[in-house]
């Protein structure tokens, strides 16, 4: 085996992304799109603090607060989904076409 | 030169994440979902910790796998999803979706491909001791303003939260 | 000289009469009206004579008195002067003035003479009419224009006048003028007299812009002065032909001759008085008066002077042959009037002058008492006024017979009454003028004599003579006039015998005074006349002697008479060409004279036995002998030769031929469609052209500027958004999709290429 490069981290990163984006694209279910939305925002801070490693500090301040932001997005989008709940006893993505034409 | 450890440490936590990941976006019910992103979460912590950043594996844990999960699994309790389980639960487009990431994928790997060299591999040698300090000193000096700004963020998103699930405003 | 002086008061009293009439006849009695009416007319007959007689002994040789009361149009002082025909300088002025001269003189005398006598008489005749003070207000206005008419110094003077006498005649006329038939003879009346004054308007401007004048004594001057040139020049003597022409129109309408006689039978229709006034005695005279005043310039147009003979004589047998047939009495005295009129209109165009204003004399008289006479006859028969109803009445009426009788002789022309000096005096210059120039239109005149001699002595017959044809309640009713209508026939009758021997010609031993009164009017005009008679010199003479001596002596001769007067000659009037007098003492007579006098003395009694034999034994159905001998005839005639049908063919257009309308109707028809259709049209069309315009510019404005310019872009708009806003489903996962694929292609662009 190689020496663990950046180049590894980034590959897992973007393994990390993709997921993400599948998730995103696929799932009906709006929690696990969410969840989703999380595996993404974590492929970009691993990404981040990859490559803080080779300078300094700069990636892992930016990654934190990237979890911060995380929080607060996660927070709102949930409580959209339990007030949306509330009106439509529904949790699929794809029954949520209001604003169609 | 990295110690064997470090090589199967790497491998084993980048698998965990990635089956965790997989296995999130594919678990019909979303408490499953939510304890393999947690996992997912974790392996992204020790890595982390591999890439001497120390408290940002700790802000992982405790703000991530410990905060917003904990957030997500009391949501999924709060809205009844038996009915859920029983629907499909992949929608019309996947395919197509599928092949989007795919695509992006590839587009990711062909940048990799063509420009890894780039990437030095002499690591920078960080001093591990005091990452926090130095973090919490940055925070407080060089990025003192998105500190701010990151605190008003939350507050906006604590009234939000608060306004969007609350029965009667 | 008083009544010189203040000759204009003669006029004026009547129209103080008329003027009280107007303002306060309604409220007094009828007393009261007579003795304003008739009483301001007896004091203008007496004011009349005293200026006559003053008149006569102040004028040397006939000079006319001229009194101008104030300058009415214009000024004299040549603010409004123009060039006349010859070169000189015109005024256009016309002065309130009067001028008595022979000519007036003879005229006031008898209008109002007799015009006094009518006006007792309708206090007799209107005793039970309603409109009593209207009638006599509107004859005192009459009497005010023709005294106007006739005294007046200019022609300005005289029109003021002559249109103040059409319109009391369609006041007069009209007097009844609920009844229908009166008012449109009234319209009819006036508006054939409107006719005729266009002419005299024409005429009298003509004569202004030729002469620069309008006063009788400066246009008789210019003639006299002028003459030769006017003569020479053939642009000046075709003026001077059609200004006569002109005035002769007048003179036609006024006083009835062909084609403008129709107003005049229908006139009767107004109360008899009316009809003997105006129509027999005054109005219709206005016209004669006129050519007689502008005799200077009827001489220097001989043409003229032809025309108005041979009108005068087809008048006179026209009118005569339609009086043979009609049934109305005073149908029968309206066509003899307007015959009569024919006679005078003759005698002036062969230049008997003097001879037709002695005829217009005696006939008012006699024809005055004629109508007189036969509105006592109505009066007697309750109103009937066909005579195929009447008969027998000489025993019952005899004031009125006997009267009637004279004035029927005296028209006839039996010798001894008026009308025959006067008809006689007419026959022998037509004769005998310019070598017997105008023998055909003697021929004319006798035949009228006949037939005149005969319709009168029909009417007698049918009226008295024969057997009674009326019902019995009539017959019971019938009585003799009161005094006041009986006493003015006696008077006429009176007249109509002895004031022909004021005539008498020389042939019949009289000295003719009346020509010789009215020489100095008549004088005779100077070189270039077109007759054969000789030339006199520029100064015309006024002296009694040398007028009639004229065609025979010389200049030099003259020169000797005429030196006393030259001064006086500018104010006088010219010579007339064809002005034979074989009436003085110094010529010789012809036998002729004493033939053809005789033969028209025959004829008079022909027609009168031929008559008399007719009718006499007429009784409830008698025949017209005519009509047994050749019905056509008869039909023609009684429909006096259907004019009046004609006139409304041509001129009125009352009558249309088929689809087409002649005449002032056709005329108004034919502007009125003219108006309706092609200016109307073209009205209409330039409202269908606006509302054209309006309706393109609606079009464009909804379909091209609001359809293109505003909604246009708005449906392209939709057009364009319908197919976009498809992929719009609001599925987040699709945003999602596409905003990954949008992603991959950046990073394409920016990695690969």
């Excluded at chain 1, 007030?83 to 209001?98: G, P, Q, S």
């Excluded at chain 3, 009694?544 to 000797?560: D, L």
């Excluded at chain 3, 393109?696 to 909604?711: P, Q, T």
Aim: hydrophobic share 50%.
């Amino acid at each position: 085996m190689a020496e663990i490069s950046t180049l590894h981290y980034l590959v897992v990163a973007a393994a990390l992304f993709i997921i993400g984006t599948i998730g995103v694209l696929t799932r009906r279910n709006v929690v696990i799109v969410l969840m989703s939305i999380e595996l993404i925002l974590n492929a970009v801070n691993l990404n981040l603090v990859a490559f803080s490693r080779l300078h300094d500090l700069h990636g892992q301040v930016f990654s934190i607060f990237i979890v911060a932001d995380a929080a607060a997005e996660a927070a709102v989008g949930l409580g959209i989904i339990i007030a949306f709940f509330r009106n439509k006893e529904t949790v699929n993505m794809d029954e949520v076409d209001l604003l169609k034409w | 030169m990295t110690p064997v450890a470090t090589t199967f440490f790497f491998y084993f936590l980048s698998a965990v994440a990635i089956i965790g990941a997989l296995l999130t976006i594919t678990r019909r019910n979303p408490v499953h979902s939510a304890l393999s992103l947690i996992f997912t979460l974790l392996a992204l912590a020790g890595l982390y910790l591999m890439l001497y950043a120390p408290f940002v594996a700790g802000v992982q844990i405790i703000t991530y796998a410990g905060g917003i999960m904990v957030l997500f699994l009391f949501v999924i309790m709060l809205i009844n999803l038996e009915k859920a389980e029983l629907e499909e639960h992949f929608n019309k487009q996947w395919l197509v979706g599928v092949l989007a990431a795919g695509l992006l994928g590839g587009l990711f790997f062909y940048v990799y491909a063509k420009g890894h060299t780039i990437f030095p591999n002499t690591w920078n040698s960080l001093p591990e001791q005091n990452n926090t300090q130095q973090i919490g000193l940055w925070l407080y000096q060089r990025y003192m303003m998105p500190f701010e700004v990151a605190s008003v963020l939350l507050l906006v998103a604590i009234v939000g939260a608060v306004v969007m699930a609350k029965k009667r405003i | 000289m008083f009544f010189l002086d203040h000759i204009w008061i003669i006029p004026l009293l009547p129209m103080l009469g008329a003027a009280l009439m107007f303002f306060f006849g309604r409220r007094i009695s009828k007393t009261a009206v007579n003795t304003i009416c008739v009483g301001v007319v007896v004091l203008a007959f007496l004011m009349a004579c005293g200026a006559v007689w003053q008149y006569t002994h102040w004028a040397h040789d006939g000079q006319p008195y001229e009194k101008i009361v104030y300058t009415w149009l214009g000024d004299g002082s040549g603010t409004y002067s123009f060039p006349t025909l010859l070169g000189g300088r015109g005024q256009f002025q016309a002065d309130a003035g009067f001028l008595l001269d022979p000519l007036s003189s003879i005229w006031l005398l008898f209008v109002t003479g007799i015009g006094m006598l009518i006006h007792i008489y309708s206090t007799g005749y209107m005793a039970h009419e309603g409109g009593y003070y209207r009638f006599f207000g509107y004859l005192n206005l009459f009497m005010f224009s023709m005294l106007t008419l006739i005294l007046g110094n200019n022609y300005v003077m005289m029109f003021v006048g002559w249109e103040g006498v059409g319109l009391c005649s369609y006041l007069l006329i009209g007097f009844y003028f609920k009844k229908h038939s009166a008012s449109t003879a009234a319209n009819k009346a006036f508006i054939v007299n409107r006719i005729g004054d266009a002419g005299v308007l024409l005429g009298t401007f003509s004569i202004w812009a030729l002469a620069g004048t309008v006063k009788f004594t400066a246009v008789n001057e210019f003639v006299r002065t002028n003459g030769d040139k006017i003569l020479a020049s053939p642009y000046l003597a075709t003026w001077v032909m059609v200004a006569t022409l002109l005035l002769f129109l007048g003179a036609c309408g006024k006083s009835a001759q062909l084609p403008l006689y129709v107003w005049l039978p229908d006139a009767m229709e107004g109360p008899t008085p009316v009809s003997a006034l105006i129509h027999a005695a005054t109005m219709v005279t206005a016209g004669i008066y006129m050519v007689a005043r502008s005799n200077g310039l009827f001489q220097l147009a001989p043409a003229s002077m032809q025309v108005v003979a041979v009108v005068g004589a087809l008048t006179a047998i026209f009118a005569a042959t339609i009086g043979l047939v009609q049934n109305d009495i005073k149908r029968v005295l309206a066509y003899s009037t307007v015959s009569q009129l024919g006679y005078m209109f003759l005698a002036l165009g062969v230049g008997a002058f003097a001879a037709g204003v002695f005829h217009v004399f005696t006939h008012a008289f006699f024809k005055a008492l004629l109508f007189l006479g036969s509105g006592s006859v109505i009066h007697a028969m309750s109103g009937e006024q066909d005579m195929r109803f009447m008969g027998g009445l000489s025993k019952k009426i005899r004031t009125t017979f006997i009267t009637m009788f004279i004035g029927t002789l005296a028209i006839a022309g039996i010798p001894g009454l008026a009308g025959f000096f006067s008809k006689d005096e007419i026959l022998w210059k037509t004769w005998s003028v310019n070598h017997g120039q105008f023998r055909i239109l003697w021929i004319v005149a006798f035949i009228t004599a006949l037939m005149t001699a005969f319709y009168m002595f029909r009417l007698i017959t049918l009226t008295f003579f024969s057997k009674p044809r009326m019902s019995h309640e009539v017959e019971h009713h019938i009585h003799e006039s009161p005094k006041s209508m009986t006493i003015p026939l006696v008077v006429l009758a009176i007249g109509s015998i002895f004031v022909g021997y004021l005539g008498v010609p020389a042939s019949l031993g009289g000295s003719n005074h009346f020509e010789h009164f009215l020489e100095p009017v008549f004088a005779k005009h100077a070189p270039g006349a077109t007759t054969t008679h000789a030339a006199l010199g520029a100064e015309t003479h006024s002296a009694v002697v040398a007028g009639e001596h004229a065609a025979q002596q010389t200049p030099g001769e003259q020169a000797a008479h005429g030196a006393a007067e030259v001064n006086k000659a500018a104010e006088q009037g010219t010579a007339a060409p064809g002005e034979v007098t074989p009436a003085h003492a110094a010529h010789e007579i012809e036998p002729l004279e004493y033939i053809l006098m005789g033969a028209s003395v025959l004829a008079a009694l022909l027609g009168i036995g031929l008559a008399y034999r007719a009718y006499k034994n007429a009784g409830k159905d008698y025949t017209e002998p005519i009509n047994s001998v050749a019905p056509p005839v008869y039909n023609t005639l009684f429909n006096k030769y259907y004019v009046d049908e004609a006139y409304d063919y041509l001129f009125t257009g009352r009558r249309s031929l088929g689809p087409v309308r002649l005449g002032a109707q056709g005329l108004g028809n034919a502007l009125w469609k003219f108006d309706a259709n092609v200016i109307d049209g073209g009205v209409n069309g330039a409202g269908w052209t606006t509302k054209l315009i309006g309706s393109i510019s609606n079009w464009w404005d909804k379909w091209i500027i609001d359809g293109l310019g505003v909604n246009g872009p708005a449906i392209i708009a939709r057009a364009l958004s319908y197919p976009t806003r498809l992929i719009q489903w609001g599925l987040v996962q699709w945003y999602a999709l596409v905003m990954v694929f949008g992603l991959v292609g950046f990073i394409w662009y920016y990695v690969v290429r």
